[in-house]
C-alpha cells in the first residue's frame, strides 16, 4: 500500500469511524448478494440487445478520422436485420462516409438515458452501398428532402463484430467486481 494513502485510525474522526463501520457491512453484504453474471446463451443476449435497440429512434454512430480520432453524430437507424446487421442512409459528401471509406471500423451505441433500462454497444465493419436495389429496398418518405440528388445518397451497412449488452429488464448486468459487460462475439 502506498505510504501516503495511510491515515492513522487516530486521525480520523468520530463521524467518519461511524461511517466506516457502518457502510463496509453494508457494501460488503451487497457486493456478496449480487447474483453472477448470467452465463446466457448468445440467443438470449441478441434477444436482450434487439429490445433496447427496438426502443430507440436514433443511435450514436462513431467513426475514426483519417489521424485515427474519433468522431460520434446521432443517426436514425433501421431494425437490425436477423444477423444483428444494421443499416443507415447518409450523404456521399458527408464526413462520415469519408471517414468509413478510409477506415470502415466503427461502432453503434444505443441507449436511453432518461429510462436506464440499459445500452447496447456494436463494434463492427461499416460498408458503403450505393445499390438502387437496396436503396429502394430501405426507402424513407424523409429521403424526399434530405437527399433530393438521389445519387448522393448512400447506404451505410455495419456489420457487427461485437455487441456488448446491458438489459436491466432481463438481468444482463455488468460483472460487479471487473466491469464487464455481456458480450456476442460474431
Given at each position: ?7 492513522p ?55 475514426v ?26 450523404s ?44 429502394q ?50
Open positions: 500500500m502506498n505510504r501516503a494513502c495511510r491515515i485510525l487516530s486521525r480520523l474522526g468520530n463521524m467518519t469511524l461511524l461511517f466506516l463501520s457502518i457502510m463496509i457491512p453494508i457494501c460488503t453484504a451487497s457486493l456478496a448478494a449480487q447474483e453472477p453474471l448470467k452465463s446466457a446463451d448468445r440467443d438470449s443476449l441478441i434477444a436482450a440487445a434487439r429490445e433496447i435497440m427496438s426502443l430507440q429512434t436514433y443511435c450514436g454512430l462513431v467513426t478520422d483519417s489521424t485515427g480520432r474519433p468522431h460520434a453524430r446521432t443517426m436514425n437507424p433501421f431494425p437490425p436485420e436477423e444477423d444483428m446487421t444494421v443499416w443507415m442512409a447518409t456521399t459528401d458527408s464526413r462520415k462516409a469519408r471517414e468509413i471509406a478510409h477506415d470502415p471500423r466503427v461502432c453503434l451505441y444505443y441507449a436511453d438515458h432518461v429510462t436506464a433500462v440499459g445500452n447496447v454497444n456494436i463494434v463492427g465493419k461499416a460498408f458503403l452501398v450505393q445499390d438502387p436495389s437496396e436503396i429496398k430501405r426507402e424513407r418518405g424523409y429521403w424526399q428532402q434530405a437527399f433530393p440528388d438521389r445519387s448522393k445518397l448512400v447506404l451505410i451497412k455495419v456489420v457487427p463484430e461485437k455487441i456488448e449488452v446491458l438489459n436491466y429488464k432481463r438481468g444482463f448486468h455488468n460483472d460487479p467486481r471487473t466491469f464487464r459487460v455481456p458480450v456476442v462475439e460474431f
